[in-house]
């Protein structure tokens, strides 16, 4: 079935590098994406949407990019602190929510 | 404040003996969900509620039901539990596309 998947399922950076997280989807009738933060014991939290009319959305240290025609997003959190180490999720909304495998950011100190 | 929140935080359980969790949300959001999750993988989706419609997954076991009794509470019943529903539970609130927001979830553990 379509699903929602990530390319790299571990990434390590130092703490003030940038880091980018990858997301591939499948189901072209998506056209609302969110990405999450999850810590160990805790439900996923909001970090930061984007619509399929959209390229590009920036919150506070992160940005969010959208290229339709390869099904790709991606999470760029920038000057990435240990307090970001986490789970995060990609999901992806033609009417429910679905998510992606996950990727596991550990930050160095 | 919480705004979903889901009782008991830790549920332990027998083997085939029958398990509801609850969730409850003061934000009047019209979708629920319910999902599982299992160690370092991705929540996956059980159920969810588009206000009372409900809608199965094609892959959810039928020994999963849910029950919506108004806008604000949502069940999930497990009528057998196996060792194999050890998991996380989590139910999560929006509106139609637009952010979920999840409960702390239930841990199962089924003995």
């Known amino acids: 079935g379509e699903s929602v998947g990530l390319h790299l399922p571990t990434l390590s950076v130092q703490e003030g590098d940038n880091s980018i997280i990858n997301c591939a989807y499948s189901?072209?009738?998506?056209?609302?994406f969110i990405w999450y933060k999850q810590e160990s014991g805790k439900g996923p939290q909001f970090i930061i949407d984007?619509?399929?009319?959209?390229d590009k959305r920036q919150g506070q240290r992160v940005t969010v990019l959208l290229n339709k025609t390869v099904k790709h997003l991606s999470l760029q959190i920038a000057a990435t602190q240990p307090g970001d180490s986490a789970v995060y999720f990609c999901?992806?909304?033609?009417?429910?929510?679905?998510f992606g495998a996950g990727t596991r950011l550990t930050v160095k100190p | 404040d919480a705004m979903v929140i889901q009782n008991p935080r830790y549920q332990v359980t027998q083997f085939g003996k029958p398990v509801t969790l609850s969730c409850s949300q003061t934000?009047?959001?019209?979708?629920m969900y319910w999902y599982q999750q299992k160690s370092s993988q991705a929540p996956k989706l059980l159920f969810h509620?588009?206000?009372?419609?409900?809608?199965n997954e094609a892959d959810t076991p039928d020994n999963f039901q849910s029950r919506r009794p108004n806008t604000s509470f949502c069940f999930l019943d497990i009528r057998s539990p196996g060792l194999g529903d050890a998991a996380m539970y989590l139910c999560?609130?929006?509106?139609?596309?637009?952010?979920?927001?999840f409960g702390q979830g239930t841990r199962l553990t089924v003995v």
């Open positions: 999560a609130t929006s509106r139609a596309r637009t952010e979920a927001f």
């Open positions: 189901n072209s009738a998506s056209d609302y």
């Open positions: 984007i619509r399929s009319n959209m």
């Open positions: 999901a992806e909304t033609p009417r429910e929510m679905r």
């Open positions: 934000l009047n959001h019209n979708v």
């Open positions: 509620y588009y206000d009372k419609d409900f809608n």
